[in-house]
């Protein structure tokens, strides 16, 4: 499968963004879906994920109240809805595909296939 985020961009504080991710080559269904994201000089972090599952969300507690993961099964797309951005939101944003379990789907090794990421820059 290969996937394609999109729609980072630079915003202000408080502002919003919609990121979007694409699958070609394989249908998300039964699929995990995650978000993750690297600033400069940290290691990647889980941000949000749904599960293959039944459809959970899980949050990592910065992003909780106001990011929210869906996912569009017919047009192949899961996003990621962030609000009241804050300027430690500044990252590169990564989505990928895997099965992991839910008791551990923040975890990035569990993850197969990723996407090239897309940068979110917000300004104070």
């Known amino acids: 499968v290969q996937l394609q985020a999109s729609g980072g961009g630079l915003v202000q504080a408080g502002g919003s963004l919609r990121l979007s991710c694409a699958a070609s080559?394989?249908?998300?269904?039964?699929?995990?879906v995650g978000w993750f994201r690297q600033a400069p000089g940290k290691e990647r972090e889980f941000v949000a994920a749904i599960h293959w599952g039944g459809g959970t969300t899980r949050y990592a507690d910065s992003v909780k109240g106001r990011f929210t993961i869906s996912s569009d099964n017919a047009k192949n797309t899961v996003y990621l809805q962030m609000n009241s951005l804050k300027p430690e939101d500044t990252a590169v944003y990564y989505c990928?595909?895997?099965?992991?379990?839910?008791?551990?789907?923040?975890?990035?090794?569990?993850?197969?296939?990723w996407g090239q990421g897309t940068q979110v820059t917000v300004s104070s």
């Open positions: 080559g394989r249908s998300f269904r039964n699929w995990s």
């Open positions: 990928a595909t895997g099965r992991p379990v839910l008791s551990a789907i923040d975890l990035p090794g569990l993850y197969r296939s």
